[in-house]
């Protein structure tokens, strides 16, 4: 039995799709609002829950062999990011999990003071490796389905904002390569007790993606690039109503101020390691965007 928390989310759904595909039994981790018809239709087990109660992050491990930990947050990164991690890796302990697999993110050991999400992932990180669990850390790039939307809206208006440098190198990967990563995480020996950055196959410069959603949809992009000062300027006039706000804001400007890619070397690492070729960028988006 494998438990999936953010089981609703764009990585989570992907994973829980996939084990039910190979006939694996799944207990999928959400919330009483969150979507999860399509996972009990594809014959997953439904835990609803909350991630910030320890009692029901204990009822959900209960007779898992498996955690894969794909859950993240809006605003409370300590409550989720790290404090439910951290009672699901000692639920873990307690109930002899075989295998645990944490999706934190690439760039986490840089030590972005700014950054609360990459601060929470990295405390995370060394807790589950000091654990004894057996364990696969993924740190994923920047995730394909995140750009789904930016393409629809590509396709109506041909409009895309860029903030920030454009010359800044991103490795986008393929959200259901990472999903296909994670589950086999468990079973294939190079993964056990490792950390994986994961990206996709090619170094872009984030300047490129508008080119690329040109190219799908024969269209010639209309490039707005708005300055990193714009976001600083919302952060401190959210300093003073929303705090909690405001430092969110700090992981995001994170984001878009440093380069976040993987080295030639380490796509090629997960590529025989888990013995596939990632998919590209354009092919995941003509892929969803049927084009």
Not at 2 to 23: M, N, P
Not at 61 to 69: A, E, F, L, N
Not at 124 to 129: F, G, M, P, Q
């Amino acid at each position: 039995m494998f438990l999936v928390t953010g089981a609703t989310g764009d990585i989570g759904r992907r994973v829980v799709r996939l084990l039910r595909q190979r006939e694996q039994s799944v207990r999928a981790f959400v919330r009483l609002t969150s979507p999860y018809g399509e996972l009990e239709h594809r014959g997953a087990e439904i835990f609803i829950g909350d991630l910030k109660h320890d009692k029901d992050i204990a009822k959900a491990c209960r007779g898992v062999q498996y955690i894969i930990s794909s859950h993240g947050s809006d605003s409370d990164t300590l409550a989720l990011d790290y404090r439910a991690n951290i009672e699901l890796i000692d639920q873990a302990k307690a109930n002899q999990v075989q295998h645990f697999v944490f999706i934190s993110v690439l760039g986490v050991d840089r030590g972005y003071e700014d950054a609360p999400v990459f601060k929470a992932k990295r405390a995370v990180e060394r807790y589950l490796v000091a654990s004894g669990l057996n364990y696969t850390i993924l740190r994923p790039a920047g995730l394909a389905s995140n750009l789904l939307p930016l393409a629809e809206r590509f396709r109506d208006t041909g409009l895309y904002i860029l903030i920030g440098d454009p010359k800044n190198r991103t490795s986008i990967v393929s959200t259901d390569d990472l999903a296909r990563i994670a589950v086999d995480s468990v079973s294939i020996p190079g993964a056990l007790n490792q950390i994986f950055p994961v990206g996709g196959p090619e170094i872009l410069y984030r300047g490129d993606i508008p080119q690329i959603f040109g190219r799908i949809f024969n269209k010639e992009p209309i490039i707005i690039n708005s300055p990193l000062l714009a976001v600083d300027g919302l952060r401190a006039m959210l300093g003073l109503i929303n705090p909690q706000a405001q430092k969110a804001l700090g992981t995001f400007r994170t984001l878009l101020s440093n380069e976040f890619f993987c080295r030639k070397e380490e796509i090629a690492n997960i590529e025989q390691t888990f013995s596939f070729s990632l998919e590209t960028l354009e092919s995941f988006l003509k892929r969803y965007l049927a084009v």
